[in-house]
């Protein structure tokens, strides 16, 4: 009696191949849906203090013209819908832009350069740079500004956060 192995080997073979041609095959169709995603980037955050903008962008900015000149936020939320009203946030250079309120806040770890050295100043020192504060607190002074105002906030002595906004001292609504 005759052994056919050649017929079931060659089935054998067609299956593996069949078997291999589909794992090829479900690879190449879960790259053809990968997507593309460039990041975000941002040229150094410059603050110029006594025109009140960061890289051109004034406080009264809407979040689409912020987010077009700075694109790498971290985060937003569209103006009425949070309890701030609504903003642009780079976390991770500790800036925030308010703009239902008009107003941007720059905290202790800012990530960037200041046109006036501010943060970390003191108290007694910023006298040559702003003049007298319009208002003052003990944690606070409000100085005014050709384009609205400055707030400073202190930890001690030292300037720990900053404020500007285009509204005036008398007009601000700040987000607590």
Request: some cysteine.
């Amino acid at each position: 009696m005759k052994k056919f192995y050649l017929p079931v080997s060659l089935l054998n073979y067609f299956f593996m191949k069949n078997i291999l041609f589909l794992f090829l095959l479900s690879g190449m169709i879960s790259v053809t849906h990968a997507q593309l995603k460039v990041t975000a980037k941002c040229n150094t955050f410059i603050v110029d203090i006594l025109d009140g903008k960061v890289n051109d962008v004034k406080p009264d900015f809407n979040n689409a013209r912020i987010k077009t000149k700075l694109p790498c936020y971290t985060s937003e939320d569209a103006e009425g819908t949070s309890k701030c009203g609504g903003g642009v946030y780079y976390k991770d250079r500790d800036i925030y832009f308010y703009t239902a309120r008009d107003y941007v806040q720059i905290g202790p770890n800012f990530k960037g350069k200041l046109s006036i050295p501010l943060l970390g100043a003191s108290r007694n020192s910023l006298f040559k740079w702003l003049g007298n504060p319009k208002l003052k607190d003990e944690t606070w002074d409000a100085f005014e500004t050709q384009y609205g105002c400055l707030i400073l906030y202190y930890t001690g002595n030292k300037v720990r956060m900053i404020r500007f906004s285009t509204k005036t001292t008398d007009a601000i609504n700040l987000c607590e």
